[in-house]
């Protein structure tokens, strides 16, 4: 038999633990799937800093923690697996685990997050745990005293070049436009890191290196009169372009714009198109995707999931 659940909630970032602790005290014994990464993609950052309440910052796995413990302190019942398919076309809602067992939720919050884009470059592939990464905390530890090169000009790709300026001994900075997105915080500090050098312009073709990456062949001012080769010799190729929404599996019953963002309407609340079904953070969130905006958005489903279980009732 199908277990039956209230409240079903997928995903573990900042807006699906804030989502399960306020289903847990609203007594809808909520259950939360961890998904592929537990605890999002915080876990995958160094220090948060514009998190409030902690004004000496904190450590991206610390805090997840503490949001898990204070989400299983009110009754989450916390489990690893992954969503594989999903039929939202009537009630229950019927979601589908590691293609095996399938729960029936009245109500379901989709806190997915989003996932590292990669360039497209082959390379990318061939050279994929052997030099090619998308998160520098977790892989920066293995390149330290040796050359590595970021791509992307936004706070992930600065915060990641300056975290690995720590540990390398020279960094460069891809970056194909001639000036940084990132905050103006972040851009100070990279122009104030010394072995961190930023390529302004710059585009990549492709990797080199026998089995590991050994270097990059870039593209100055592709397209320009002036367009010149350079390669550089580095032994890790970071990846800080951006994301894309994890809403693939939610796609044929959930509307997502054409970046593939979960809509939700009216815009200031988590309400989808398919009664009974929120969407909190990052999946819909193709704007802020902070970590303290994620968690409000998950406050917000899950009083929104409670309202509409009262009027279920
Ligand atoms: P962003 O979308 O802000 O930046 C992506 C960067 O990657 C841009 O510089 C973009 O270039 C570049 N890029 C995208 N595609 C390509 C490509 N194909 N080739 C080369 N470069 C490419 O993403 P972030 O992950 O940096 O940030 C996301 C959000 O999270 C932002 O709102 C950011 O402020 C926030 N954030 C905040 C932090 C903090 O406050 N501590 C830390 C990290 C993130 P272009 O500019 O040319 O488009």
New binding site residues.
Partial sequence: MNEHVKCLIIGSGPAGYTAAIYAGRANLAPVLYEGIQPGGQLTT?TE???FPGYPQGIDGNMMMADFRAQAERFGADIRFGIVTSVDFSGHPHKVTVDGEKTIEADTVIIATGASA?Y??LPDEHKYAGKGVSACATCDGFFYRKKRVAV?????????EAIYLAGLCEKVYL????PF????QI?QDRVMNTPNLEVLFEH??LGLFGNEYVEGAHLVKRKGESDETTVDINIDGFFL????HPNSEVFKPFVETNEEGYIKTYPLDTPKTNVPGVFAAGDVADSN???AIVAAGSGCKAAMEAERYLSKLK
């Fill in positions: 950052t948060i800093e514009n884009k360039l497209g791509v992307g000009g936004g706070d992930t790709a600065c915060e891809i970056v194909r436009k940084l997105r990132a905050s972040m585009n990549t800080a372009i951006g994301h802020y995707r902070q």
